[in-house]
Every structure is written in C-alpha cells, then in structure tokens.
C-alpha cells in the first residue's frame, strides 16, 4: 500500500529507504570549519574513515556555541562552517582519497525563541510564516506545549515529542511549503558532493516525514546516499520505532557500554546490550554526552566521569562486528587506542571481502571484571584491561576459539603465537618472545592483534 508521500506501507509499518554502503567508520568533524578541514581529509581516509560528518551547514542563529548550530534560521543559505564553494571543494578532495561526506540537517524546529516570544513574532526566518508553526487552533501563533511540560516523555504516548516544542525552538508544522524548503536543502547539499545525511532530533519528527525524505534523498542520489537518524531512546520512545526506516543512533549500547566500563563496572558483562540492528550508529561518545561541551553540564546524557574509561569502551565498538562507529573528532587526536582501532576494523573488513570468516565472539576464557576479549575469527583479536593492575596469565588455552597461528599487535612491537600441542589443545606459545606464553595485559592497555604469517613470530 503506498502512503500520499509515496512511502511504502508494509504490515502498518513504513518500509525504508534503499542505503548506499554502510560506512566502516564515521569521523565526526564537529564544529570544524570546512577551510580547516579540506586539508585533513585525505589523512583521515589513510587512517581508516571511510566518512567525515559535518555538523549542520544551513544559516543558523549567530554565536560561538556549538548548539547555535541546530537552531536554523534559513536552511536556503549554506553560512557559518564555510561556503557552497568550500564545501564543493572538501567534497571534490574527499572523494579523490576515497572518503565520503555526511551532512547533519536540522528539520523538526527552527530557531531559539527562550526570550518569551511566540510564533506570531517569527518574521526572521524568510519565507516562512505562522502556519508553518506548530500552534493551537484557538490561539493561532503561541506555542501549544514544550517538553518541559508535566509527565515530560514518560505521559504513555508519543504525542508531547511530536508535537511539543523543544523549549524554546519552534516546533515546525510539515506543510507542503516546509517540505519543499527542506527538500531544497537536501537537493542543494548532494548537489555539492554530500553522500548523505545524519537527521537531528529525528525522534520529534514523524516517521512519514522522515520517510518522505528519505525516499527523496533516494530517488536524487540514485541510491548511492547513506543516511541515519538520532533517535534519542526515552519511556515513549524506542529505537525500533525509526531503525525501520534507517539506521538509528545506538544509545542502547552506550548505556551499557557506560556501565561495564565505569568504575565498578563489570567487563564480564558484554557483549552489550544493542539495537537490534547491525547497521546502527555506535559510540563511545558524541556529543550529546560530553559534559564538557555545555554550559550546563547537567543536561549531558549519562557522560562519562573518566574519558579514559570512554577510549578504553571505544575498542569494543570499533572492535565488534555489528554496528556503524562515530568516532568524535578530537577522541580520535587524543587517543591511540580508537586511531589504532579503527585500522584494525579496516583490516578485518578488507580480509572479509577477501573471503576471510571474521565472526564476533566475546571470550569468556579468564574469569576477570577488568578483562575483555573479542574474537573475529581466525582473523584478529581485541584484549581489554580496563583495570589499574596488570592482567598475567603463564598458560592460556584457546582451544574452543577459531584462533590459530601468529599475530601482531597493531602499532606496538607485539607478537603472539598460539598453536596446538600434543594434548590436542592450543595455547598462547609466544607472549612478546619465546621465552614466555599465555598473556599479560598493562593496567589500562588495549591490543588489536591481527593474524599474520607465521614467520613473523620466528623473526
């Protein structure tokens, strides 16, 4: 059955877009100029980002904080990052190193209106008037309902987060006039070389709208955009009622990744809680959860109080075989834990399509909270000490895993050799040298150990 947007209606469910590639790790350009970043981007695609995400591009309320961003005024003008002929141009120099483009676009609501006004004073975003607002029929031009109204998102139905504005941010109403503005700025950024689209606040948005767009950015692209939606999990909302349109942003697993990896926390825990969805935006963080990033930093989701338990959480993202990672921009300069994760999941996808079996498996071979070890296949393993003390075992038996042969540890001097003895069994025969087996982990350290000839272990 097909909707009046010419969305698909299967079993009362609306049917998703088609999906370009998935990406195998996003970097997340926050707030980056896009002047400062044309230079960077072909280093990126060599470090192992297949995609850069820029944060919105429209003309947005003026000022140095971050959120100004999300509060457009006119999304028929590119202003604030850089201009239509630089984005063209990081565009055009991405896709010569073999990266992609994401672009965040902001359709639920415009602009901060906290100073008390209503609708009815919106003269300052053009072309646009009081009908385009959401309001009460009885009080044309005043706000209907803020999310900050009693019962919050927890009243039992999904009304107060469509149709609510989000405090002071008028909430839109979706008129064919809105749409067609917003398919403008759609059209306009592919134009300019963008592949594709992260939603913001997709949770306040309804999903024929959404779906709307979605087949439009379809139908322009040719199929060849990839795009996903921020859906913020709360009591009336679930990931499952967007990921069936397109991949969501998975706070299901940052919950529990914040959990096993905090202090107290227990490793022995994962695998972790997820959407059930291996296309799904994984993160160890983004943000909405950086505390620092706020000035009240109350409002961050469930932040971590130790980044370093955050990079730490990161090796299992970027380790696991679902999900698709976003890796914060200044994460990846701070840590060599995610720089040399994300190498390491660009090896294992390379070995995948080599035909190589690269299956997950959390390995529950060493009863410690502090340890995690993460199987893919044959091909690689992660091995996490999240504790303050090393992690020594002399002898380690691997035999009920698929790993067998040598190993190297990515960006450290680091070989590991695990072969089967005459008992039948295999074990870890060569810790660093000869001279020593089974595995010890630093306090704090993270190995990416990718399997390779075995004359590597007899040099």
């Not at 299967?10 to 999906?19: E, F, I, M, V």
């Not at 992609?100 to 006004?117: E, I, R, T, W, Y």
């Not at 403008?184 to 594709?196: F, K, N, Y």
Request: glycine share 10%; net charge neutral; aromatic share 8%.
């Amino acid at each position: 059955m097909l909707l009046a947007n010419g969305s698909c209606l299967a079993g009362g469910r609306l049917s998703p877009a088609p999906l370009a590639e998935q990406p195998l790790a996003i970097y997340h350009a926050f707030q980056v100029p896009l002047k400062a970043l044309l230079p960077q981007v072909c280093a990126l695609g060599r470090a192992g980002y297949s995609h850069v995400q820029l944060s919105p591009l429209q003309r947005s309320s003026p000022g140095p904080q971050w959120w100004k961003r999300y509060q457009p005024i006119d999304s028929t003008v590119i202003e604030g990052l850089g201009s239509e002929a630089e984005l063209r141009a990081l565009s055009q120099r991405a896709h010569g190193c073999g990266v992609k483009v994401l672009a965040d676009v902001v359709f639920n609501h415009m602009a901060n209106l906290s100073g008390g006004q209503d609708v009815e004073a919106l003269g300052a975003f053009p072309g646009l008037g009081t009908p385009d607002f959401r309001t009460p029929p009885e009080a044309p031009g005043r706000r209907p309902c803020t999310d900050s109204d009693a019962n919050g998102y927890a009243d039992g139905n999904r009304k107060r987060e469509l149709f609510c504005w989000l405090g002071g941010l008028p909430d839109l109403r979706f008129t064919e006039r809105v749409r067609a503005r917003q398919r403008a700025h759609l059209q306009r950024l592919l134009d300019l070389g963008v592949d594709g689209f992260r939603f913001d606040a997709a949770k306040h948005l309804e999903p024929a709208v959404l779906a709307d767009h979605l087949a439009f950015i379809a139908r322009r692209s040719s199929g060849r955009a990839w795009s996903y939606l921020e859906v913020i999990e709360d009591a009336d909302t679930r990931a499952e009622d967007y990921n069936q349109l397109a991949p969501v942003t998975d706070f299901v697993l940052y919950h529990a990744l914040r959990r096993a990896f905090a202090w107290g926390g227990d490793l022995r825990s994962l695998p972790p809680a997820a959407v059930h969805d291996p296309r799904s935006v994984t993160f160890a963080r983004n943000h909405d959860t950086i505390a620092e990033l706020r000035d009240d930093p109350g409002s961050a989701l469930d932040p971590w109080s130790d980044v370093g338990d955050a990079w730490l959480a990161a090796a299992v993202v970027l380790g696991r075989q679902g999900g698709t990672p976003l890796i914060f921009g200044d994460d990846h300069r701070s840590s060599a834990v995610i720089r040399s994760g994300v190498r390491f999941r660009r090896a294992i996808r390379e070995r995948a399509r080599a035909g190589a079996a690269v299956p997950e498996q959390f390995l529950r071979l060493i009863d410690n909270p502090m340890l995690a070890m993460i199987e893919r296949g044959a091909e690689g393993l992660v091995l996490i000490n999240k504790g303050t003390n090393p992690i020594d075992r002399p002898v380690l038996d691997l035999s009920l895993t698929r790993l067998e042969g040598c190993y190297g540890a990515i960006d450290q001097e680091l070989t590991v050799a695990i072969e089967r003895r005459g008992d039948g069994h295999k074990y870890v025969t060569r810790w660093g040298s000869w001279q020593r087996g089974g595995l010890r982990l630093e306090p704090r350290q993270v190995l990416f150990l990718l399997r390779q000839p075995f004359s590597q272990c007899q040099a």
